[in-house]
T-cell receptor
Framework: AQRVTQPEKLLSVFKGAPVELKCNYS??????LFWYVQYSRQRLQLLLR??SRESIKGFTADLNKGETSFHLKKPFAQEEDSAMYYC???????????FGTGTRLKVLA | EPEVTQTPSHQVTQMGQEVILRCVPI?????FYWYRQILGQKVEFLVS????????KSEIFDDQFSVERPDGSNFTLKIRSTKLEDSAMYFC????????????FGPGTRLLVL
């Protein structure tokens, strides 16, 4: 069965520190992977997706098929990065997303 | 930039009542989705809809649920007889639909069943 795991419910870091939000997936085929961010009282917004390989707001994520991971990284956290982050998977033959449980990132001043 | 909209933002209803949640997807999108998130839990897929019919549904989407595109702009989720456990945030999303394409989410409707 397809599954997305985000092991950390809460991650607290100090401003300027590096951030890594973990995402592991379970899927035997070639997945499409996404990171969505939800700022306080706002909608889910796409942060980035593996297919585009771009950096958004300083965040990057690399798909590691060997480790079945898609960790989200940023070298220097900012206070405005505080939000809920969701990793999502879309598999071939279906258009639905399977979400992880999310990680709340708190960036402390 | 066009956005998915949802109404109402909050809905309180009594157990057993019918509720209709409304969504206006982005106008040139072809695929529409409903997800829900029970408080403290993950966002879960309910149903996808394309070309005026359901293309996929989850185990959660039982006979109490139905979806409809009543006109060219609205996409609705109906819960016929609400249960306490239907209390959740319901998100609508839309996209063009090709595999791996980004889904654009609405702000959600918070449903509380008493």
């Amino acid at each position: 069965a397809q599954r997305v795991t985000q092991p950390e419910k809460l991650l607290s870091v100090f401003k300027g520190a590096p951030v890594e939000l973990k995402c592991n997936y379970s899927y035997s085929g070639s997945p499409e992977l996404f990171w969505y961010v939800q700022y306080s009282r706002q909608r889910l917004q796409l942060l980035l997706r593996h297919i585009s390989r771009e950096s958004i707001k300083g965040f990057t994520a690399d798909l590691n098929k060997g480790e079945t991971s898609f960790h989200l990284k940023k070298p220097f956290a900012q206070e405005e990065d505080s939000a809920m982050y969701y990793c999502a998977l879309s598999s071939s033959g279906t258009y639905k997303y399977i979400f992880g449980t999310g990680t709340r990132l708190k960036v402390l001043a | 930039e066009p956005e998915v909209t949802q109404t109402p933002s909050h809905q309180v209803t009594q157990m057993g009542q019918e509720v209709i949640l409304r969504c206006v997807p982005i106008s040139n999108h072809l695929y529409f989705y409903w997800y829900r998130q029970i408080l403290g839990q993950k966002v879960e897929f309910l149903v996808s809809f394309y070309n005026n019919e359901i293309s996929e549904k989850s185990e959660i989407f039982d006979d109490q649920f139905s979806v409809e595109r009543p006109d060219g702009s609205n996409f609705t989720l109906k819960i016929r007889s609400t249960k306490l456990e239907d209390s959740a945030m319901y998100f609508c999303a839309s996209n063009q639909g090709w595999g791996g394409e980004t889904q654009y989410f609405g702000p959600g409707t918070r449903l509380l069943v008493l």
